[in-house]
């Protein structure tokens, strides 16, 4: 009883918008256990609740059980009504847990066939194969986000995991062929990472052993972005990693990055927080990652001297988080939109520190690849921090440039939006070497903004997410010595691509560049021979101090 009235209570906190549904759960009293998470359940199917009661009329038919106006302190007769529609309808006993003379359950009891009739008549209508389905309906995004497992190659081969799943007492289903959601108890291979294993969205891994031991991580597909294009073509002997905003839980990223160097050499994770690096070793643990050193310091504070080794840094820097789908953000009801200027300054204030990071690791002497990324969907974090970085006077100085979508998980369909990085249109210096100009929409910016990459919650089944790829001298991870044996060839292509400065386009909007004009004659001999592909390179080779 006392359930169902601290249940109703933290609706009531969340509707009248005095917290978020973690804050209005605690304040209701009802914790992070078993009942918050029962909480959180009960406005997971809100959307399909309600309905239900307002075509039965119940509040007006049962009114006395449930007036208009209740007692101060008492939660609304609407969202008491609403938590025991939850447990007779959803619950695993399908009952609602109360005295059976308790007079709201009595009212309740009273349309309890009917109730159940017009659910099962509800869920033929939408085709679906049962009630738990319900909840990805009412546009709940989250719920829809397959359940993404990572094999963690610091602890257990990939061959050995697909083994474990599909053996033993409840064997999982390997299918081939990628179909969204997965259908419970199958998995497929993820068709863009080798390391991600697809499951269904309501999948559960917490009694699993390769989960306990750490063998499996279950981290959003978006979120392993980052991590593999910062390791694209990583050989072993190139130097050192830095990741400059680890954070301790859940440091997904810091441990693929751990396991994408085959757990040897070193990895800086830099967290500043004291509270989330207290269980950064912790978690460092349990995925076995013993190649990295956790410091709890401030990245802008680090002094990029003492880091001579570092050739590849990640910046996954605090944001606005716009692109987590939280699957019960949508249950709040008529939420009020930020106001447009409060919006702006906190947009602004992130951008800028945004920037500031990617500025201080472009000053680190070895780095040659900083990987840039967000979990938000707002420009201001995402192309147009990545234009001001790269109009940046370290970006200038240190000759940094954006990496071509080869570069970038070429094979991810949706990338940056063209219209947030081409600024005024107008005359550019990007990293102070060249001067694009651009009447209309240059295709350089297209190039640009081919380079990075976004996803849509609800389209890509993904969270919302974005990564940027920034680059300096030969920045594909190649040594040395590999570049010795290739130089020939790289010269070769470097030639024809920095050529090939119009990208497809009339001349006269191709960038200026001195260089590019001596270089035509190359060109025009070896234009033939180049794929389409080299379009991207073309550009940004031609904005490095051409
Ligand atoms: C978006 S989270 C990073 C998530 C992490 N990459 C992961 O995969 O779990 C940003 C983290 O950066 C940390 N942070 C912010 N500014 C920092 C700084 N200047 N130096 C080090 N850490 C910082 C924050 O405390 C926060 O934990």
Same mark, same amino acid.
């Given at each position: 009883?006392?359930?169902?009235?601290?249940?109703?209570?933290?609706?009531?906190?969340?509707?009248?918008?005095?917290?978020?549904?973690?804050?209005?759960?605690?304040?209701?009293?009802?914790?992070?256990?078993?009942?918050?998470?029962?909480?959180?359940?009960?406005?997971?199917?809100?959307?399909?609740?309600?309905?239900?009661?307002?075509?039965?009329?119940?509040?007006?038919?049962?009114?006395?059980?449930?007036?208009?106006?209740?007692?101060?302190?008492?939660?609304?007769?609407?969202?008491?009504?609403?938590?025991?529609?939850?447990?007779?309808?959803?619950?695993?006993?399908?009952?609602?847990?109360?005295?059976?003379?308790?007079?709201?359950?009595?009212?309740?009891?009273?349309?309890?066939?009917?109730?159940?009739?017009?659910?099962?008549?509800?869920?033929?209508?939408?085709?679906?194969?049962?009630?738990?389905?319900?909840?990805?309906?009412?546009?709940?995004?989250?719920?829809?986000?397959?359940?993404?497992?990572?094999?963690? /190659?610091?602890?257990?081969?990939? %061959?050995?995991?697909?083994?474990? &799943?599909? !053996?033993? $007492?409840?064997? *999982?289903?390997? +299918?081939?062929?990628?179909?969204?959601?997965?259908?419970?108890?199958?998995?497929?291979?993820?068709?863009?990472?080798?390391?991600?294993?697809?499951?269904?969205?309501?999948?559960?891994?917490?009694?699993?052993?390769?989960?306990?031991?750490?063998?499996?991580?279950?981290?959003?597909?978006?979120?392993?972005?980052?991590?593999?294009?910062?390791?694209?073509?990583?050989?072993?002997?190139?130097?050192?990693?830095?990741?400059?905003?680890?954070?301790?839980?859940?440091?997904?990223?810091?441990?693929?990055?751990?396991?994408?160097?085959?757990?040897?050499?070193?990895?800086?994770?830099?967290?500043?927080?004291?509270?989330?690096?207290?269980?950064?070793?912790?978690?460092?643990?349990?995925? /076995?990652?013993?190649?990295?050193? %956790?410091?709890?310091?401030?990245? &802008?504070? !680090?002094? $990029?001297?003492? *880091?001579?080794? +570092?050739?590849?840094?990640?910046?996954?820097?605090?944001?606005?988080?716009?692109?987590?789908?939280?699957?019960?953000?949508?249950?709040?009801?008529?939420?009020?939109?930020?106001?447009?200027?409060?919006?702006?300054?906190?947009?602004?204030?992130?951008?800028?520190?945004?920037?500031?990071?990617?500025?201080?690791?472009?000053?680190?002497?070895?780095?040659?690849?900083?990987?840039?990324?967000?979990?938000?969907?707002?420009?201001?974090?995402?192309?147009?921090?990545?234009?001001?970085?790269?109009?940046?006077?370290?970006?200038?100085?240190?000759?940094?440039?954006?990496?071509?979508?080869?570069?970038?998980?070429?094979?991810?369909?949706?990338?940056?939006?063209?219209?947030?990085?081409?600024?005024?249109?107008?005359?550019?210096?990007?990293?102070?070497?060249?001067?694009?100009?651009?009447?209309?929409?240059?295709?350089?910016?297209?190039?640009?903004?081919?380079?990075?990459?976004?996803?849509?919650?609800?389209?890509?089944?993904?969270?919302?997410?974005?990564?940027?790829?920034?680059?300096?001298?030969?920045?594909?991870?190649?040594?040395?010595?590999?570049?010795?044996?290739?130089?020939?060839?790289?010269?070769?292509?470097?030639?024809?691509?920095?050529?090939?400065?119009?990208?497809?386009?009339?001349?006269?909007?191709?960038?200026?560049?001195?260089?590019?004009?001596?270089?035509?004659?190359?060109?025009?001999?070896?234009?033939?021979?180049?794929?389409?592909?080299?379009?991207?390179?073309?550009?940004?080779?031609?904005?490095?101090?051409?």
């Amino acid at each position: 009883m006392n359930f169902y009235k601290q249940a109703a209570t933290a609706i009531d906190h969340l509707d009248t918008k005095q917290g978020s549904v973690k804050g209005s759960i605690a304040a209701a009293g009802l914790g992070s256990g078993a009942n918050g998470k029962e909480g959180k359940r009960v406005l997971a199917y809100r959307p399909i609740l309600q309905p239900l009661s307002d075509s039965l009329k119940l509040l007006d038919v049962e009114r006395k059980i449930f007036p208009q106006k209740v007692p101060t302190g008492a939660p609304s007769s609407k969202n008491l009504l609403l938590v025991l529609l939850h447990d007779l309808l959803f619950s695993k006993d399908a009952k609602i847990q109360a005295s059976d003379k308790w007079p709201p359950k009595m009212a309740v009891m009273r349309h309890a066939t009917r109730l159940k009739a017009e659910l099962v008549k509800l869920q033929i209508k939408k085709g679906l194969t049962n009630k738990e389905s319900f909840e990805m309906e009412g546009g709940n995004i989250a719920a829809m986000i397959p359940r993404y497992v990572r094999c963690n /190659s610091n602890v257990v081969d990939h %061959a050995t995991l697909i083994e474990h &799943l599909t !053996s033993g $007492p409840k064997p *999982f289903k390997l +299918v081939e062929t990628p179909s969204y959601p997965p259908e419970p108890q199958t998995f497929f291979r993820d068709p863009h990472l080798d390391e991600l294993l697809v499951f269904a969205p309501s999948t559960k891994f917490d009694q699993n052993p390769d989960y306990v031991n750490g063998g499996i991580i279950l981290q959003d597909k978006a979120s392993c972005f980052p991590a593999k294009v910062l390791m694209q073509d990583w050989d072993g002997e190139e130097g050192e990693i830095i990741d400059g905003t680890c954070r301790a839980a859940p440091g997904n990223k810091t441990s693929f990055i751990s396991a994408l160097m085959g757990n040897e050499g070193k990895v800086h994770a830099f967290e500043r927080s004291h509270q989330r690096f207290k269980t950064l070793e912790k978690m460092l643990g349990r995925a /076995s990652c013993k190649n990295v050193a %956790a410091k709890r310091a401030d990245f &802008l504070e !680090s002094k $990029p001297g003492d *880091f001579a080794k +570092v050739t590849r840094i990640l910046l996954d820097p605090s944001c606005s988080g716009s692109g987590i789908v939280n699957r019960l953000d949508y249950l709040l009801e008529d939420a009020e939109p930020e106001d447009d200027d409060v919006k702006a300054e906190r947009l602004d204030k992130l951008a800028s520190f945004q920037l500031q990071m990617i500025r201080h690791a472009m000053k680190f002497p070895a780095a040659k690849r900083i990987v840039y990324s967000t979990c938000s969907v707002h420009k201001e974090e995402d192309e147009e921090v990545v234009l001001s970085a790269l109009e940046c006077p370290e970006a200038r100085d240190y000759g940094w440039k954006l990496a071509p979508r080869s570069q970038v998980l070429p094979s991810w369909e949706r990338r940056g939006i063209t219209e947030h990085l081409n600024g005024d249109q107008g005359e550019k210096v990007v990293g102070g070497q060249i001067r694009i100009h651009s009447a209309h929409q240059h295709p350089y910016w297209t190039v640009l903004a081919d380079g990075v990459i976004r996803c849509v919650p609800g389209e890509d089944h993904t969270n919302g997410f974005f990564v940027s790829c920034f680059i300096k001298g030969d920045a594909s991870g190649t040594t040395d010595q590999k570049r010795k044996r290739s130089t020939e060839e790289d010269e070769e292509d470097a030639d024809v691509l920095s050529a090939d400065g119009e990208v497809g386009a009339g001349e006269d909007e191709a960038p200026e560049a001195t260089a590019i004009s001596s270089r035509k004659q190359k060109k025009n001999k070896r234009k033939k021979k180049k794929k389409a592909s080299s379009v991207t390179a073309a550009v940004l080779q031609s904005t490095d101090g051409q």
